[in-house]
């Protein structure tokens, strides 16, 4: 099996090669209130226009997580999210500043950073893992002025050493509160539901700063303005196949893009019903979250499925999910295997997606009317050129392997990286053409399939990490002098993080130690950060000039040759 068929059926997109040669972004606005003004804001387009529309006391939100099952018509997010902007409005917060977001996901979350979208300020949504370094730069980095966060999380916000902080508003019960303290239940028991906490806002005007990671310096943030909503709406539309009557699930939380532009704005702008888990992964609760809520549309990540493909087969014969008609996959390979193993259990075909944080939506998919070719990403979504370009910015034909690249100016493209036009630039090298740093090729179907990063990020387990974070931290414990990190290949979780350690000559190695650096990651960091792996060595390969050779330790790894030495120190 290398080719599936799609099944007939009545999709959004029924055919994809007449909606390539017709589709204009322009025709999607009309859809949209700000046609009509010109203003915008995409969280008004996605809660109050379905309430403006007669929609309102549909189901907008399923949550459930261990100890809450709750649901939320889009009539009374409209009302939450109101108050929530109200609410930001009271505490000083202000047009573009920037509100971070920093808990666990729960409903509070999705109103809080809607309410404060709303009335125009940029928010930043935090991962809950991060530790206190990984909290602080970030926030450093965006001057964040207010940041929501829980009684647990709080301690990992260094306060005293963030001068532009200045509100924490706490969620949970009985919360102790002061001058730069409030608590969100009563904060939002005093402010009103009215919609004239509404900012109607520019297209160009930024709602999201996504902190990511590259393979070297500081995360960056990654900022996006109103107007990519055209892009998460049709994206959601045309691939994720979304309707009104679906009820979706997207497992990503919204620390990372996926979560918030297809766990958020994709199924709301179209109306669609959002199921959302808290609490962590368990094939279980998973597989109980498709039953117990009907769920049909499913957007989740290799990492996943290769879990739940691991799982012996009696816990998924537990359950009925015959709810389901659409599957799909973002964040890393898809493997065949992986395919293989959905069409046996669902009886349906994995659709894989690429896109990421900086191209803020869908780019190149697979879509349900057409074939899918097993370990291919898929083609070029309508009104998006992608093409393999070469270093020096030449289009190469198909079947040869060089930078995928994408025609500047979508949508939902970044507008600028937080603070650092220089890094932002780095994209845009050659003339027209962004560039994403992956390797692929284009086969003669117009089909992509992707080969793999040509810097040294690592994806593992569908996050991405920084492997210079990750060294900058390890060279902070007292015994290590020198840190290489790299991903390794590994079958669940795509790659691992592996770390080579040069140890001072003051420290020896034992289990004991291993076991501080990886605690001293983890505490200090965030635990997705962790090296799984640490291999303790006398040297490292390094060029002339100093900087670690990623590429040389990755080839010790893997066994394969380490290519061009030239500018290694001997
Ligand atoms: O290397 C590609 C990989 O994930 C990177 C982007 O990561 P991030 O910004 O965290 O966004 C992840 C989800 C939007 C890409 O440069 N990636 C993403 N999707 C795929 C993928 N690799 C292979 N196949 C995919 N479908």
């Known amino acids: 099996m290398k080719i ?20 204009s972004w322009d025709d999607v606005r009309d859809v949209f209130t700000w046609s009509k003004t010109g203003k915008i804001n995409i969280a008004y387009e996605s809660i109050d226009r379905h309430v403006k529309e007669g929609r309102g006391a549909k189901k907008a939100l399923l949550y459930s997580d261990p100890s809450r099952n709750e649901t939320y018509t889009f009539e009374q997010l409209k009302k939450l999210t109101n108050q929530a902007a109200h609410m930001f409005r009271k505490l000083d917060v202000e047009k573009g500043d920037r509100v971070f977001i920093f808990m666990p996901r729960a409903p509070e979350l999705y109103i809080a950073l809607l309410g404060a979208i709303k009335m125009g300020a ?13 909290v602080k730069s970030r926030l450093e980095d965006s001057e964040a002025s207010v940041i929501v966060t829980t009684p647990e999380l709080v ?31 009563k904060e939002m ?16 005007d ?48 919204p620390g990372w893009v996926t979560g918030t532009s297809y766990g958020i704005f994709g199924p709301w702008l179209n109306g669609a019903t959002n199921v959302i888990r808290g609490g962590r992964f368990s094939p279980d609760d998973w597989y109980d979250t498709i039953e117990k809520n009907n769920v049909t549309v499913w957007y989740s990540a290799p990492t996943a499925f290769r879990m739940l493909m691991s799982t012996p087969s009696d816990v998924i014969k537990k359950y009925d999910l015959s709810s389901i008609r659409h599957i799909l996959s973002v964040g890393e390979p898809l493997n065949p295997e992986v ?13 894989d997606t690429w896109w990421m944080t900086e191209t803020g939506a869908m780019l190149i998919c697979n879509y349900l009317s057409e074939p899918i070719k097993l370990g291919s990403m898929g083609k070029p979504f309508p009104g998006i050129e992608a093409a393999i370009i070469d270093n020096n910015g030449k289009k190469l034909p198909p079947n040869e392997m060089g930078n995928l690249a994408i025609k500047k100016g979508w949508p939902s493209q970044m507008r600028k990286i937080w603070k650092n036009d ?25 089909y992509f399939w992707f080969q793999g990063r040509n810097d040294d990020l690592i994806m593992t387990a569908g996050e991405r990490v920084g492997p210079f974070e990750i060294e900058s931290k390890l060279v902070e414990h007292k015994a290590v002098a020198e840190a290489g990190v790299i991903g390794k ?82």
Not at 122 to 134: N, S
Not at 213 to 242: C, E, F, N, R
Not at 339 to 351: A, L, P, S
């Open 4 to 23: 599936l068929q799609p099944k007939q059926g009545n999709y959004q997109l029924q055919n994809y090669e007449s909606a390539k040669n017709s589709f």
């Open 122 to 134: 940029v928010v930043g949504p935090l991962f809950e893992a991060f530790m206190k370094d990984a």
């Open 155 to 185: 301690s990992r916000i260094p306060v005293d050493e963030l001068p532009h902080l200045k509100k924490i508003i706490l969620v949970g019960d009985d919360v102790k509160t002061d001058e730069k303290h409030f608590s969100y239940s």
């Open 189 to 204: 028991k005093a402010c009103t539901d009215d919609d004239s906490a509404i900012e109607w806002m520019d297209l160009e």
């Open 206 to 253: 930024g709602f999201i700063l996504h902190y990511t990671s590259g393979s070297t310096g500081k995360p960056k943030g990654v900022y996006h303005v109103h107007q990519a909503m055209i892009q998460h709406y049709q994206t959601a539309k045309w691939v994720l196949d979304l309707r009104e009557d679906d009820i979706y699930w997207c497992t990503a939380d």
């Open 339 to 351: 395919v293989r193993w959905g069409w046996e259990v669902f009886k349906h075909r994995i659709h």
């Open 422 to 446: 220089e890094k932002f630039n780095e994209y845009f090298a050659f003339e027209g053409w962004y560039v994403s740093g992956d390797t692929a090729y284009m086969d003669e179907d117009g």
């Open 489 to 570: 290949p590994d079958e669940i979780r795509g790659h691992i993080i592996k770390a080579f350690v040069v140890l001072n000559p003051s420290h020896e190695y034992s289990e004991e130690l291993e076991k501080e650096i990886k605690t001293f990651i983890k505490t200090e960091l965030s635990a997705h950060a962790v090296p799984k792996e640490i291999e303790f060595t006398d040297k490292l390969p390094k060029t002339r000039s100093g900087k670690i050779m990623r590429r040389v330790l990755k080839a010790w790894e893997l066994n394969e040759p380490a290519g061009d030495l030239s500018s290694m120190d001997d």
